[in-house]
């Protein structure tokens, strides 16, 4: 026999209604995470993908610049090389030991314009007199220097703006990872228990809950 006090406090709810309600739970949290989710990852794939394009980038000009610091020493030796010719087109022994003195320095500084200054003490002396297709070969050695020498300061300005910009990619990925982590597995841990629940509704017995 019941008594009044047996009923105290608990609801009766069908089966299929308390699933329901727990269905209808896990599949807002589900559309609210989904949503949240695919925008940080698709910010994610965004950040992944330019950081491997920026490290192919940087690679492809550390190796052009080891080929342009090579480039201009080579050409530099061939002009020194080519130096002591230059007396058979009229130039002064004093003069062409000069032309050494500025070549070694040329090649071993590294400002471009400090450089250029340093040629251009070199052309002043080797275009006095006649002109010849020694000096117009030794000219063209230097030039092609210049040129490379202009080209890895441009290549060098490249790689640090490549790796500063690495830097601040790697920043923003290392703050989305925790959040895109943790969205990932409460998904999977929704999607789960969703599955769960789903396949209990099959059944028709009623629960009692408290």
Do not use: C
């Amino acid at each position: 026999m019941n008594t009044e006090g047996d009923s105290v406090g608990v609801t009766l709810l069908s089966r299929e209604g308390l699933i329901d309600a727990v269905i209808l739970k896990h599949n807002r949290m589900l559309e609210k995470y989904n949503f949240e989710f695919e925008e940080l990852d698709n910010r994610f794939s965004s950040y992944s993908k330019a950081i491997d394009d920026n490290k192919k980038r940087h690679e492809e000009i550390l190796e052009r610049i080891e080929v342009l610091k090579e480039k201009r020493q080579q050409l530099y030796h061939q002009a020194e090389m080519m130096i002591e010719k230059l007396i058979e087109s009229g130039i002064q022994q004093k003069d062409v030991d000069t032309i050494k003195d500025y070549i070694r320095k040329a090649k071993h500084v590294s400002s471009e314009n400090e450089e250029k200054t340093v040629i251009e003490s070199v052309f002043s002396i080797l275009f006095t007199g006649k002109n010849s297709e020694i000096k117009a070969n030794f000219k063209s050695k230097i030039d092609e220097a210049l040129a490379s020498h202009e080209e890895l300061i441009s290549m060098l300005a490249i790689e640090a703006s490549l790796s500063e910009e690495r830097k601040i990619l790697e920043s923003e990925l290392n703050k989305a990872k925790p959040r895109h982590t943790w969205l990932e597995k409460r998904i999977q841990s929704h999607k789960e228990a969703l599955n769960y629940w789903e396949s209990l509704k099959k059944g028709g017995n009623e629960v009692a809950t408290a």
